[in-house]
């Protein structure tokens, strides 16, 4: 169990909840064996039970565990990249923010019948004309 813990990062107790929540060890005895296969086949099945697939137009809100189309159907795709971006808009019933990744180039697909704004990037710091304001960093003060 310990080298599962290592190998992911995580603490033991995590891994002997795993065991009770149904991962297979290879004998009761000490210390306690975990066949990698059913490891990767324990976690595939988790990670498969836990998605919440949202339709075209549906973010997800994590405080109400649903998939739902936001509020009046509106929604801010805000770039992150050049390519790929994040769908935001408030759920209906708790106000919550809510979140959808979504690329540039599936836009279309992912939103549906909603209303996109889509923003403008911020200015990267590389990407920046200004001067920076730290020019006199490493020079020595006069007294």
Known sequence: MEGVADLFGIHKNTVREWVRRGLPVMNEQRPAL???QD???FLQDRRTKNKRPCQ????YCVRCRASKFPDGNMADYLPTTEKLGTLQGFCPDC????NRRASLAKLEQVRGKLDVAITKAPEQLSNSGQPTVNLHFGQE???
């Open 95 to 98: 106000g919550c923010m809510m």
């Open 56 to 59: 075209p137009g549906q973010m």
């Open 39 to 41: 490891l990767r086949i």
């Open 34 to 36: 975990i066949l990698g």
């Open 141 to 143: 003060r006069k007294p």
